[in-house]
C-alpha cells in the first residue's frame, strides 16, 4: 500500500473541492491557533516572570509582615504584629557576620518628585533604605554612588534615582548628580542614578532611595512596615541560611517554642512558582477552548467526508471494479482526511506562534517556539483527521461495486 500516492490523490480531491474544504481546515486552523497561541504566551509569560523574579537574585530572602505580598489561591490573610524598627536591626546586628542584611521600609506609592519647572506623575515609589539594598534588591548604580554609613546613620537628606524618574526630570545630556530636587516638598540631594531594570512585578524605575533615617524623621506621620533583605553569600547556602533566620528571628520576636511563625520568608524563586502555578488555571482554559474547536472542527470534516463519498460513489466502483480492495479505499479516505486536518494544522501552528509572540514583544519577552506545543498541535490534528475519516472511509469501503457503477 503506497502511503504517498494516497497522500496525491487526497490532494487531487481537495483540490477538486477547494471551498470546501478551504472553509474545513481553516476552523482546523482557528483552533490550533488559539491553542497554540495562547500557550506560546502563556510560555512566554511564565519566562518573563522567572527573569524578573530572577533579577533579584538567587541567594535572596525577604523577612516581612505576614499577609505581605503574593500569597497563593484559597489562601487567608493572618493578621499580626508588625515588624518593628527594633527588631529588625537587633536581627541585622546579630546576623550580619553570616549574610549581609538590609532594612527597608516602602514610604509611599505615590510619591511626587520636583526639579525646577519639571514634575514626576504621583506614581513614584519611595523607599527608605540602607547602605546594603541595592545588592540584597538586586540593583546596581549606573551613575554616582550609593549611600554612605555617615549618610545612613545620620539621615543626610540624599536621594538615588530610578531611571524612570531620572528620564522624566532631566534630559539625557544633563547631570543628575549633585542636583537638588525636592521630594515632595523636602529637598533632597541627588547621589545616584539606577541602572535600568524595566516594569516588573518585582522591580520598577519608577522609584525613589533615601536613607531610612531620613524617611523615619521627615515623614514621621505615617506608618513604617520593615522588610529585611537578606544576601547569602552562596546560592547553595539559602535553604541553611533561611533556616538559621527563622531561628533568629524567632527569638528576637520572643515567641514561645510551640508558637507559630508570626512572619513571613519570601524567596524570589517561591513567588516565581505561586504566580507561575496560577497561571495554570488559563493554560486549562485556552487547551479547553481549543479542543472544543477542534472537535467542532473535526464534526465539520467529517460531514464534508461524508458528503464526498456521496460524490465520489462512481469513482469508488470504477476503483473496485479495477480490483481496490476496501482495505484501499478505506485507507484512501483516512489519508484524505488525515491530510487536510495536517494543512489547517500546519497553518494554525504558523498563526498561532506569531500571535502568542505578538503578545510575548508587548510584555517584553523574547521571541520564542514551543516546540512542545507545536508538537501536541500536529498530533491533536492526526487524531482529530483520524476520528473524523473513521465513518465516512468504512461507509466507502462498505460500498457495492455494482450499485456504486450504477450511480447518478
Given at each position: 500500500m503506497n502511503i504517498w500516492l494516497n497522500v496525491l490523490l487526497a490532494l487531487k480531491a481537495i483540490m477538486g473541492n477547494k471551498l470546501r474544504t478551504t472553509l474545513t481546515f481553516s476552523i482546523i486552523a482557528i483552533g490550533i491557533m488559539a491553542l497554540v497561541g495562547i500557550l506560546t504566551s502563556i510560555d512566554s509569560i511564565k519566562a518573563s516572570l522567572r527573569s524578573n523574579f530572577t533579577?533579584?537574585?538567587?541567594?535572596?530572602?525577604?523577612?516581612?509582615?505576614?499577609?505581605?505580598?503574593?500569597?497563593?489561591?484559597?489562601?487567608?490573610?493572618?493578621?499580626?504584629?508588625?515588624?518593628?524598627?527594633e527588631e529588625a536591626r537587633n536581627f541585622k546586628r546579630q546576623f550580619e557576620s553570616k549574610a549581609a542584611v538590609s532594612i527597608s521600609s516602602r514610604v509611599s506609592n505615590i510619591a511626587t518628585i520636583k526639579w525646577e519647572q519639571e514634575k514626576t506623575n504621583p506614581n513614584i515609589t519611595?523607599?527608605?533604605?540602607?547602605?546594603?539594598?541595592?545588592?540584597?534588591?538586586?540593583?546596581?548604580?549606573?551613575?554616582?554612588?550609593?549611600?554612605?554609613?555617615?549618610?545612613?546613620?545620620?539621615?543626610?537628606?540624599v536621594v538615588i534615582l530610578g531611571q524612570g524618574v531620572y528620564k522624566q526630570l532631566f534630559s539625557s545630556r544633563t547631570k543628575a548628580e549633585g542636583v537638588r530636587l525636592y521630594v515632595g516638598n523636602i529637598p533632597y540631594q541627588v547621589i545616584g542614578i539606577l541602572e535600568e531594570k524595566g516594569s516588573s512585578m518585582v522591580s520598577s524605575d519608577n522609584m525613589v532611595l533615601i536613607p531610612l533615617r531620613s524617611a523615619l524623621s521627615k515623614f514621621s506621620e505615617r506608618k513604617f512596615q520593615f522588610d529585611i533583605?537578606?544576601?547569602?553569600?552562596?546560592?547553595?547556602?539559602?535553604?541553611?541560611?533561611?533556616?538559621?533566620?527563622?531561628?533568629?528571628?524567632?527569638?528576637?520576636?520572643?515567641?514561645?517554642?510551640?508558637?507559630?511563625?508570626?512572619?513571613?520568608?519570601?524567596?524570589?524563586?517561591?513567588?516565581?512558582?505561586?504566580?507561575?502555578?496560577?497561571?495554570?488555571y488559563i493554560s486549562l482554559a485556552a487547551t479547553l477552548i481549543g479542543l472544543i474547536t477542534l472537535l467542532g472542527a473535526g464534526i465539520g470534516l467529517m460531514n464534508i467526508m461524508l458528503v464526498s463519498v456521496s460524490e465520489r460513489t462512481r469513482e469508488i466502483g470504477v476503483s473496485k471494479a479495477l480490483g481496490a480492495s476496501n482495505k484501499m479505499i478505506r485507507f484512501q479516505f483516512l489519508t484524505e482526511a488525515i491530510v487536510i486536518c495536517q494543512i489547517g494544522g500546519l497553518l494554525g501552528i504558523f498563526l498561532g506562534i506569531l500571535a502568542g509572540n505578538a503578545v510575548s514583544l508587548l510584555i517584553g519577552g523574547s521571541f520564542i517556539i514551543p516546540w512542545l506545543w507545536i508538537g501536541l498541535g500536529i498530533a491533536f490534528c492526526f487524531l482529530i483527521g483520524l476520528l473524523a475519516g473513521i465513518y465516512p472511509a468504512l461507509k466507502a469501503a462498505k460500498l457495492d461495486p455494482i450499485e456504486a457503477l450504477r450511480y447518478e
Open positions: 533579577l533579584l537574585g538567587a541567594n535572596t530572602f525577604v523577612i516581612q509582615n505576614k499577609g505581605i505580598g503574593i500569597r497563593s489561591r484559597g489562601s487567608k490573610q493572618e493578621q499580626t504584629r508588625d515588624i518593628t524598627l519611595l523607599i527608605g533604605s540602607d547602605e546594603n539594598y541595592l545588592s540584597a534588591s538586586g540593583y546596581n548604580i549606573q551613575e554616582g554612588r550609593n549611600f554612605s554609613p555617615f549618610e545612613i546613620e545620620k539621615g543626610v537628606n533583605n537578606v544576601l547569602t553569600p552562596q546560592a547553595e547556602a539559602l535553604d541553611l541560611l533561611v533556616s538559621d533566620a527563622i531561628g533568629l528571628f524567632r527569638v528576637v520576636r520572643g515567641l514561645h517554642p510551640r508558637e507559630e511563625n508570626d512572619f513571613a520568608i519570601n524567596r524570589s524563586d517561591k513567588l516565581a512558582s505561586t504566580v507561575i502555578d496560577e497561571l495554570q
